[in-house]
C-alpha cells in the first residue's frame, strides 16, 4: 500500500530527446507527489511537485503529468541537455492535518543519461 | 541559498561500533528527518522530529537507532552496535513549516561498516 513504483530503471537519450519516467501508487491516501533530481555524491534536490487536484504541471522543461484514476504520474524532459543526466526519484506523501511528518515513500529512481 | 550540511562526508566503522551522523538543519526550520539510501535502491524514510520529539518512524528505526537535538542547532542519528547492512547513505533533511512541503536535503554521509 505504502509502495510507489517508478520505470524504468535506466534510461539513455540524445540531447534534445524528451525522456519519459512513469511513476505508479497504491495508496489513495497520497495527495503530494514530488520528483527530485540527484547528482552523484549529492542528495536529492525538488525539481518539480504536483497535487492531484491538476492533470499537468510545467516548469521551465520539466513537465508532470498526473492521471489520478489510474494512479500513475510522469515527468517529461523536453529539449534534454547533458547536464540533466542525474537519478531522477519519484516520491509520495500525505499531507493533510494529522497526517504525521510528510514522510516521504521514494521510487527506486532513474538514471537518466542524455548523450550529447 | 540556506543549505543542510552533514558531517563526515564519509564514515567507516568496524561492526559492533557506534557511529554518530552529524546534521546542521536550515536554522529556521522546524521539522527533521533522516532517510537513508542503501547502494543502488530507493531512499528510506528513517524518522522525523519535531517539538524536540520523535513524530514518526519506520520499522527500519529500531532500538538501534537514536536521534537528538542536543543544542540549537545540530541534529544528530546515533547507530548503536552498527552493523555490516547499516552500510549506506545518510540523508538529513529538513522542512520549514507545517503546510510546507519542501524538504531540504543535505549531500548525505556515506557510512561502511567493515
Known amino acids: 500500500q505504502q509502495q510507489v513504483k517508478q520505470s524504468p530503471q535506466s534510461l539513455i537519450v540524445q540531447k534534445g530527446g524528451i525522456p519519459i519516467i512513469n511513476c505508479a501508487y497504491e495508496n489513495t491516501a497520497f495527495d503530494y507527489f514530488p520528483w527530485y533530481q540527484q547528482f552523484p555524491g549529492k542528495g536529492p534536490a525538488l525539481l518539480i511537485a504536483i497535487r492531484p487536484d491538476v492533470s499537468e504541471k510545467k516548469e521551465g522543461r520539466f513537465t508532470i503529468s498526473f492521471n489520478k484514476s489510474a494512479k500513475q504520474f510522469s515527468l517529461h524532459i523536453m529539449d534534454s541537455q547533458p547536464g540533466d543526466s542525474a537519478t531522477y526519484f519519484c516520491?509520495?506523501?500525505?499531507?493533510?492535518?494529522?497526517?504525521?511528518?510528510?514522510?516521504?515513500?521514494f521510487g527506486k529512481g532513474t538514471k537518466l543519461s542524455v548523450i550529447p | 541559498e540556506p543549505e543542510v550540511t552533514q558531517t563526515p562526508s564519509h564514515q567507516v566503522t568496524q561492526m559492533g561500533q557506534e557511529v554518530i551522523l552529524r546534521c546542521v538543519p536550515i536554522?529556521?526550520?522546524?521539522?527533521f528527518y533522516w532517510y537513508r539510501q542503501i547502494l543502488g535502491q530507493k531512499v528510506e524514510f528513517l524518522v522525523s522530529f519535531y517539538n524536540n520529539e520523535i513524530s514518526e518512524k519506520s520499522e527500519i528505526f529500531d532500538d538501534q537507532f537514536s536521534v537528538e537535538r542536543p543544542d540549537g542547532s545540530n541534529f544528530t542519528l546515533k547507530i548503536r552496535s552498527t552493523k555490516l547492512e547499516d552500510s549506506a547513505m545518510y540523508f538529513c533533511?529538513?522542512?520549514?513549516?507545517?503546510?510546507?512541503?519542501?524538504?531540504?536535503f543535505g549531500s548525505g554521509t556515506r557510512l561502511t561498516v567493515v
Open positions: 516520491a509520495a506523501s500525505r499531507t493533510y492535518s494529522g497526517a504525521g511528518s510528510y514522510q516521504l515513500t
Open positions: 533533511a529538513s522542512r520549514d513549516r507545517e503546510r510546507s512541503t519542501g524538504y531540504t
Open positions: 536554522s529556521n526550520h522546524l521539522y
